[in-house]
């Protein structure tokens, strides 16, 4: 069962989803030393990255000087560990994708099945989109270099079957409901959100999706 699996798994880190998406590739401490970050070290990565995710969602050209500069490190830091500003986006995505995926373990010990389904498709919005200038970046991205990408999506699929199996297996949405169509779907929603008012359409399609899985469900009424 999905709930006692979810009681046993560790935290999903930003680390692991980022090594995904071929991130930790370029983290200079482990590339070098073979080792893990230090404490201090990790710490700075983490804050530029949640730097980056807020810096990006008002501007993705914030230079990555002024990104530095918020995250109270200086520019040397930041290459250290994002040579390039594609290396952070990739970080920044690695991040959304890591605390979509621990939602999927959480959302099931929470909510009941069809509830935890629901919260996870709008948590997705709001994850896996990386907020409004990003996604034409990454969707560029994407096309360029579709390999990068593919264990992301990956893990999305297993975040997705993780939350809808056992709302199928809870007859509150259809039997026929597909982890992949359902990630391809939301994925969908998420790109078309390129303004506020786009990101709070999608909540609301996504509102529609989730009614339309329950659909001929055996328990909806």
């Known amino acids: 069962m999905a709930r006692s699996s979810a009681?046993?798994?560790?935290?999903?880190?930003?680390?692991?989803?980022?090594a995904k998406t071929k991130t930790a590739a370029?983290?200079?401490?482990?590339?070098?030393?073979?080792?893990?970050?230090?404490?201090?070290?990790?710490?700075?990565?983490?804050?530029?990255?949640?730097v980056a995710?807020?810096?990006?969602?008002?501007?993705?050209?914030?230079?990555?000087?002024?990104?530095?500069k918020r995250a109270g490190v200086g520019i040397g830091t930041l290459y250290r560990h994002f040579p390039t500003r594609c290396d952070l986006v990739l970080a920044v995505y690695g991040d959304q994708v890591a605390g979509l995926e621990q939602r999927s373990y959480d959302?099931?010990?929470?909510?009941?099945?069809?509830?935890?389904?629901?919260?996870?498709?709008?948590?997705?919005?709001?994850?896996?989109?990386?907020?409004m200038g990003l996604i034409n970046?990454?969707?560029?991205?994407?096309?360029?270099?579709?390999?990068?990408?593919?264990?992301?999506?990956?893990v999305m699929r297993e975040s997705a079957a993780r939350v809808l199996q056992p709302a199928i297996d809870a007859g509150v949405v259809r039997a026929d409901a597909n982890p992949a169509e359902l990630?391809?779907?939301?994925?969908?929603?998420?790109?078309?959100?390129?303004?506020?008012e786009g990101q709070e359409t999608s909540l609301a399609v996504v509102d529609l999706i989730y009614d339309g899985l329950r659909f001929g469900a055996p328990g909806h009424p």
Request: charged content about 30%; aromatic content about 6%; overall charge negative.
């Open 183 to 196: 990630v391809r779907g939301l994925g969908g929603v998420c790109l078309a959100s390129g303004t506020p």
């Open 107 to 131: 959302l099931p010990q929470e909510l009941e099945p069809g509830e935890a389904l629901h919260e996870w498709m709008r948590g997705f919005v709001e994850y896996y989109a990386v907020k």
């Open 137 to 154: 970046l990454l969707r560029s991205m994407t096309q360029g270099d579709p390999e990068t990408f593919e264990s992301a999506r990956r």
């Open 26 to 50: 370029n983290d200079a401490d482990s590339a070098v030393c073979g080792k893990p970050l230090r404490a201090d070290a990790a710490r700075n990565r983490q804050k530029l990255i949640d």
């Open 7 to 18: 009681a046993t798994k560790p935290e999903v880190s930003a680390e692991t989803a980022v």
């Open 53 to 68: 995710t807020t810096a990006f969602t008002d501007d993705v050209d914030t230079p990555l000087d002024e990104i530095a």
